[in-house]
């Protein structure tokens, strides 16, 4: 008996270390993305700039002036207007595609599949740039628009403009909605959807009453991956919007980088995170009624 145990006491000895082999690596990432980043940010927002890498002393100022000042009000609503229109153009346009795969791409699913995530072999910035030449006052859209009589000369009306943020962002993060709202479609039993046949439901009537509440929670999970990394955002809006695109992440960036004041900065970040941990509670709520309702 003994002589079993010494023979497998080794065993579990590389099978201990193997786990956490594998596990180190992930608890490593967790803690420098997840807990260590965070945590360093919030440590600067309570120190006061003295030109150094860490600051020095902790003062409550930062705040103050992010509460205070009108301006960081009005950047902060206007990024959350922004990105709530993002967010809306991006899961209503996302909707009909991810339905169609769910329930009418047949064999063709796989391609269509890999046509959705085909964007994301391209880099974001080149998208982005491609926006702005498509938009530009001599871009791809004036020119359309000049060669088939509908005006005579080019317009400003495009580009550098919240508009052109908005339809940049959405395409951008098209397929980051698209999905989350297949996989929620996907997943309902499609007894669901003939009985509700069976019992004289017409299709508008089946999809409103049974396809619609079931996949909520797909829908809510591409609003959030939509939402929270927009209102951040600050590459969009200096490359295709104006002044009067200016987001909050742009400030941010200003901050961190002209302006060499990292504690000011990381204030306004701070700021930022619990406006979005807000929103992300309002829908966690609201995923929990929809799913009590199913």
């Not at 909605?177 to 009537?205: H, M, Q």
Request: proline content about 6%; hydrophobic content about 55%; aromatic content about 12%.
């Amino acid at each position: 008996m003994s002589s079993i145990v010494a023979a497998q006491a080794p065993e579990v000895r590389s099978s201990s270390g193997f786990r956490i082999g594998m596990l180190l690596p992930g608890a490593l990432v967790t803690f420098l993305l997840i807990l260590f980043a965070p945590a360093l940010v919030v440590f600067l927002a309570f120190r006061d700039n003295d030109g150094s890498l860490l600051g020095a002393g902790f003062t409550t100022a930062n705040f103050a002036t992010v509460v205070s000042d009108p301006l960081y009000w009005t950047v902060t609503l206007r990024s959350l207007v922004i990105a709530g229109l993002v967010t809306l153009a991006t899961v209503v346009t996302a909707y009909p595609v991810a339905y169609y795969l769910a329930f009418h791409a047949g064999r063709r699913r796989g391609l269509l599949l890999f046509l959705v995530t085909l964007p994301f072999w391209t880099s974001y910035l080149l998208r982005v740039f491609a926006w702005k030449i498509v938009l530009a006052y001599n871009g791809v859209l004036n020119s359309a628009l000049i060669e088939s009589g509908v005006w005579s000369e080019p317009t400003l009306a495009f580009l550098n403009t919240p508009a052109a943020v908005v339809v940049t962002l959405a395409h951008a993060y098209a397929p980051f909605a698209i999905l989350p709202i297949y996989v929620a479609l996907d997943t309902i039993p499609k007894s669901l959807i003939e009985a509700a046949s069976d019992l004289g439901a017409r299709p508008f009537t089946s999809f409103r009453r049974v396809v619609l509440p079931n996949s909520m929670p797909g829908v809510l999970a591409a609003a959030l991956v939509v939402f929270v990394p927009t209102v951040g955002d600050y590459v969009t809006p200096a490359l295709v919007g104006g002044p009067a695109s200016t987001m909050i992440g742009t400030l941010i960036q200003a901050q961190f980088g002209k302006a060499n004041d990292w504690p000011f900065g990381a204030a306004l970040s701070v700021a930022v995170m619990l406006v979005i941990l807000c929103v992300v509670l309002v829908a966690r709520a609201t995923d929990r009624r929809f799913g009590s309702r199913a």
